[in-house]
């Protein structure tokens, strides 16, 4: 096991290197191979494409690139089939190993097509034209096998680190492959670049296949088969249920974006066709490539991310159409004054300048942005929807756009076919660019139009729970709640809008509200005036002073004069007076009172505290509460001291729940024992924890020392738990994941339920950030560790050997621990797996059912790949729970000697910290019965344990084996509150006296 783990890191990435990418240690190594294969790769793979087009031109010219475009489209159809097909037929190891023979194979056959000049040089064509196909082919498998091969090694919470890094190979690859191309060129000549570009991707496909040799529990063995669904998963049922306003624009979006980028290719390769010989177009594509690689990288590094999270995704996806249509239509101005018929020069030009902008857009702002636009779609149609677009519309696409293509080239030929080829690539190119300025507007208008949809979908998705804010574009989604709010024709969604805007940005919120509450119901008035306290603003004071010219309900009135106060420096207090009179409703008496206290002098005060005292005094439990809300907003600390031991005794719920409040806010540290106490009792439950979390940090060593306690019911200690989670401060985290490591049975289980149900993620991601991919596998591990004695404990403990009911409550209790110890081991992979994943292969692994089980057996194999998944495979074998026969897969990791029944009893005892409660408990029984001797320590230590019925069952087995010590142990613990305890001292005494 240990050496299984030594192999697995033994490459370590310098640290300042892993700080300086946001990778983990554990991910640091992977991460760079990774990184390495796809630059060496890509560095062959363009040099290949490189040294194909100035083939292809020299040989075709640019009017025939539009076939390309179109046998491309449909071969990259073809190729997501084949690539499928052998995902099913192999294991994925050699999946990898057979695509890259068949992306480098043919190159030798290219290298020999080329040179050849049979039937008047046919087969040296079809040999250029198949060999610029197969670049695109190149580039599909290439994708394939590193999106696969990152797949396998990463998990969905690991990709979204390491894939942006691993991607960046190809910015990396375009440098260093630009620059050495000329050199090259003149080392070997044109057609020899095909053997150095061949040796180069075979030397990436070796590491590739190094890393499934260094990483074998990431691969599995077995080939990916078709897993069959329970619900229906057709495409053409899940588009029934897609949102077709977001969706149309989207694939018009993606569409567009491929068209321009073709569109810019073919008119930037027509004018090098003109300007260049054939190995001047391959010399200056590298240089090219390299000046623009040098760009892509810093821009991808420092500008892309920075300018979506500032700008926003729409305004950031809006820069490429932008541009191109300016510098579009500024060649279209150039050509029209002709400038002294230097119109080629301009279009060179601008076809150069169009390019550079589109690549470096295109592979930094746009490929970062693209999956931020599938996020608001539903879960169970996002995967379906993207495959759709990006791998049915935009081969379609390209199809298209290379008929338009040729449609366009062969009418100008035959309009043209008297004027020189230079005129023709001319008035070619003008009408490229017009195309590129008319398709770069659209796309930006359908950018555009996008953006509404996609806040109505966020809504949407936030209104359901299953929204976070963290992958979403909060510029454009805030500047359309105001647009939300003024279209919604339900309360409902118009509350939920509220509740966005207050999360999104609370301090602008009142500015957005304020002009609307006339126009709002009085639930969602009440709503927006909780939201605008927090942050008042006078700029907005007038529109509440409309409403309470309105006269509105009693509770809004007493919001809205609070707002009216706190949004002003100075108040004439004669406004507020009036409101303390007895006659006055007690809402708006307390909140008068509260105002007054705040800022009135001495003589006002005074007469604002007689009012709350009343108020504390009265029977009526509406006036004890909002007397508390005053005490907590503005009363002075010695009146607080006065009614609070009176207040404690009240035993009515909302005032107790009104007074955990109050000591919370008012940080009366000395109470703070009452939050914790108050979990014994239901009613004050929910108030204790939002208590609780109110006070944070500060509460923590207390919250902590209570979770802690053992002798603490597990409810009461689940409880206090779930309330230190909420806090979620880097100090609670750090708390819940020291006690994860140090904890075991019931308490790990809780934890780990606890950290799984953290929003956002951030308990996975605290747990990664402390504990490691390496310290979770330690973890299981531990687990793993568990079970192997358990598997000792079931052989040796035989009930054949050993007579007796306890033995046989033993091997029940060692049954029950086995499946605790599974379920922790499944819910410690949900911190490194998907969790649906993990529920899906859990509850087929539970049906029972031969062909489900295989079904959940498929899922883990394909998804797990800890240093011990054959273990895995081998124990779930029969499904759960885990038959005695399948636990001899243990031996693996833990030798088995066999024991007499006594001495693994004993050692089950030395174990006993990792034992549950009950299986302790059994151990004492059985050791009774066989009249086996205890260890003085484990009896004492037992003794201690917060369960009654195990110390009831360490007290029993005293009495029999030490009459004189069980006298001894009475008197310690003759005062026991356990009642099962209490009733054995009794019974001992009867019998001893």
């Not at 394939?144 to 979204?160: D, G, P, Y």
């Not at 180069?200 to 669904?229: A, D, E, R």
Request: glycine share 4%; net charge neutral.
């Amino acid at each position: 096991m240990t050496s299984l783990r030594q192999k697995k890191y033994k490459y370590q990435v310098p640290k300042i290197l892993l700080t300086w990418f946001n990778l983990r240690p554990e991910e640091g190594e992977r991460t760079f191979l990774m990184f390495a294969v796809f630059t060496v790769t890509s560095m062959g793979m363009l040099w290949l494409e490189q040294t194909s087009i100035a083939l292809f031109l020299q040989s075709f010219g640019v009017k025939w690139l539009p076939l390309i475009y179109i046998s491309s489209a449909l071969l990259g159809s073809a190729l997501g089939v084949i690539y499928s097909s052998l995902q099913r037929t192999f294991p994925i190891q050699k999946v990898l190993l057979i695509v890259m023979i068949i992306m480098t194979l043919p190159l030798l056959i290219f290298r020999v097509g080329i040179s050849e000049n049979y039937l008047q040089g046919f087969i040296g064509l079809l040999t250029v034209f198949l060999f610029r196909l197969w670049i695109d082919v190149q580039e599909i498998l290439n994708d394939l096998n590193v999106q696969l091969a990152s797949n396998q090694l990463f998990n969905i919470r690991e990709i979204k680190r390491t894939y942006p890094l691993i991607s960046s190979g190809l910015l990396l690859a375009d440098i260093l492959a630009g620059f050495s191309l000329p050199i090259l060129l003149f080392i070997f000549g044109l057609k020899n670049i095909l053997f150095v570009a061949l040796l180069m991707m075979l030397f990436g496909g070796f590491l590739l296949y190094n890393i499934t040799k260094i990483y074998q529990q990431s691969f599995p063995n077995n080939p990916l088969k078709n897993v069959p669904k329970s619900e229906p998963n057709l495409l053409s049922e899940r588009l029934k249920n897609a949102p077709r306003d977001y969706l149309i624009p989207l694939m018009i979006f993606f569409v567009l974006c491929k068209v321009l980028f073709l569109l810019v290719e073919f008119n930037y390769l027509g004018q090098l066709e003109v300007k260049f010989e054939t190995d001047e177009i391959a010399s200056f594509l590298g240089l090219f490539a390299g000046i623009l690689g040098v760009f892509e990288l810093l821009f991808q590094w420092f500008v892309s991310s920075r300018a979506v999270e500032k700008l926003g995704v729409f305004i950031s996806s809006m820069f490429l159409p932008v541009f191109l249509s300016i510098i579009g239509m500024g060649t279209i101005i150039l050509q029209n004054k002709a400038f002294n018929g230097s119109t080629p020069e301009i279009l060179l030009a601008s076809a150069l300048v169009i390019k550079f902008i589109d690549e470096l857009f295109h592979y930094t702002l746009i490929a970062g942005i693209k999956p931020f636009l599938f996020q608001p779609l539903p879960l169970k149609i996002r995967g379906s929807i993207q495959t759709l677009i990006q791998g049915v519309a935009e081969p379609i696409a390209t199809g298209i756009t290379g008929v338009i293509i040729l449609i366009i080239v062969s009418l100008l030929n035959n309009i043209m076919a008297s004027e020189k080829p230079e005129a023709l690539a001319t008035v070619q190119s003008q009408i490229f660019v017009v195309g590129i300025v008319l398709c770069s507007l659209i796309w930006a208008a359908s950018a555009w139009y996008l953006r509404s949809s996609y806040i109505n979908l966020l809504i949407q998705e936030a209104e359901q729970g299953r929204l976070g804010f963290s992958n979403v574009d909060l510029t454009a989604f805030k500047r359309a709640i105001l647009e939300a709010l003024n279209n919604k024709e339900t309360e409902t969604d118009k509350s939920s809008c509220i509740d966005l805007l207050a999360k999104i940005d609370p301090v602008n919120a009142t500015e957005i509200l304020a002009p609307k509450l006339l126009n709002f119901s009085p639930n969602l008035q009440k709503q927006s005036l909780e939201v605008m306290l927090n942050y008042p603003n006078p700029k907005c004071l007038f529109s509440v002073q409309k409403l309470i010219y309105t006269d509105p309900p009693l509770d809004i009135l007493a919001l809205s004069l609070r707002y009216v106060w706190l949004s002003q420096q100075e108040l004439d207090l004669r406004i507020l007076k009036p409101y303390l009179q007895e006659n006055i409703e007690p809402v708006l008496r307390s909140t008068a009172a509260t105002l007054i206290l705040q800022r009135g002098d001495n003589e006002d005060k005074d007469e604002a505290i007689s009012v709350v005292e009343k108020m504390l005094n009265s029977s009526a439990e509406n006036d004890q509460i909002l007397a508390i809300q005053t005490l907590k907003d503005g009363a002075p600390n010695f009146l607080i001291k006065r009614y609070l031991p009176k207040l404690l005794k009240q035993k009515s719920a909302p005032v107790r729940c009104a007074l955990l409040t109050l000591i919370a806010e008012k940080n009366l540290d000395e109470h703070y024992h009452l939050l914790l106490q108050s979990f014994y009792d239901k009613s004050l439950r929910e108030a204790a924890s939002k208590s609780l979390v109110y006070l944070g940090n500060e509460i923590l060593p207390l919250l902590k020392e209570f979770v802690e306690d053992k002798n603490k019911p597990d409810l009461i200690r689940l409880l206090a738990w779930n309330s230190l989670s909420e806090i979620g401060t880097v100090q609670v985290y750090d708390t819940l994941i020291q006690q994860l490591i140090t904890s075991w049975g019931i308490t790990r289980r809780n934890l780990l339920r606890i950290i799984l149900r953290i929003p956002n993620d951030l308990g996975l991601d605290a747990v990664m950030e402390r504990l490691g991919r390496t310290g979770i596998e330690t973890l299981i591990d531990q687990e793993l560790l568990m079970l192997g004695q358990i598997y000792a404990a079931k052989i040796d403990l035989n009930p054949e050997l050993i007579a007796g009911r306890e033995v046989q409550l033993l091997l029940d209790a060692l049954d029950g621990m086995q499946i605790d110890i599974i379920e922790r081991c499944f819910l410690l992979m949900k911190l490194l797996y998907p969790v649906d994943t993990i529920e899906a292969a859990i509850v087929n692994l539970n049906s029972g059912n031969f062909s489900s089980i295989a079904l959940g057996l498929e899922l883990l194999d394909n998804t797990i790949d800890l240093p011990q998944k054959t273990l895995f495979l081998q124990l779930l074998e029969e499904g759960l729970p885990i038959k005695i026969e399948q636990l001899h897969s243990l031996k693996s990791i833990i030798s088995y000697s066999p024991m007499s029944p006594k001495d693994r009893l004993l050692r089950l005892l030395i174990l006993r910290h990792f034992l549950s409660d009950w299986c302790l408990a059994c151990c004492f029984h059985l050791a009774r019965l066989q009249q086996w001797q205890i260890p003085q320590p484990a009896t004492t230590i037992s003794l201690r344990n917060p369960n009654g019925f195990v110390r009831e069952a360490v007290l029993t087995y005293i009495k029999e084996a030490n009459p004189a010590r069980c006298l001894q142990i009475i008197a310690k613990i003759e005062k026991d509150s356990n009642p099962l305890v209490s009733a054995l001292i009794k019974q001992i005494k009867t019998e001893f006296s």
